[in-house]
Nanobody
């Protein structure tokens, strides 16, 4: 699975951005698709999870501000980010978790940088 993330950029605090992650495989066939982020000097952390049934979960520090969704026709997952804060500044990565060749595998896309100014 090849993943291509896009949509990062510069936003002001309180603003919005939408990230996209396009997959080379139908996202309807991907068990879990996830967004992670990594801020400078920090560990990578989970931002959102979308399952193949279009369900979603979020960690507490994200819930209510970000929304993950998918378009099966475009094989693309989105992350709508609202009420952005400077601490949301990070490189955002998309991830696909699938059962391939007899084992569960994680695939990663290149990140897209989000910078939020105060």
């Amino acid at each position: 699975v090849q993943l291509q993330a896009s949509g990062g950029g510069l936003a002001q605090a309180g603003g919005s951005l939408r990230l996209s992650c396009t997959s080379s495989r139908s996202i309807a066939l991907i068990t879990l698709m996830r967004w992670y982020r990594q801020a400078p000097g920090k560990e990578r952390e989970l931002v959102a999870v979308r399952n193949s049934g279009d369900g979603s979960t979020y960690p507490d520090y994200i819930r209510g501000r970000f929304t993950v969704s998918g378009d099966n026709d475009k094989n693309t997952m989105y992350l709508q980010m609202n009420s952005l804060r400077p601490e949301d500044t990070a490189v955002y990565y998309c991830n696909a978790y699938v059962f391939d060749f007899g084992e569960w595998k994680n695939y990663w896309g290149h990140g897209t940088l989000v910078t939020v100014s105060s």
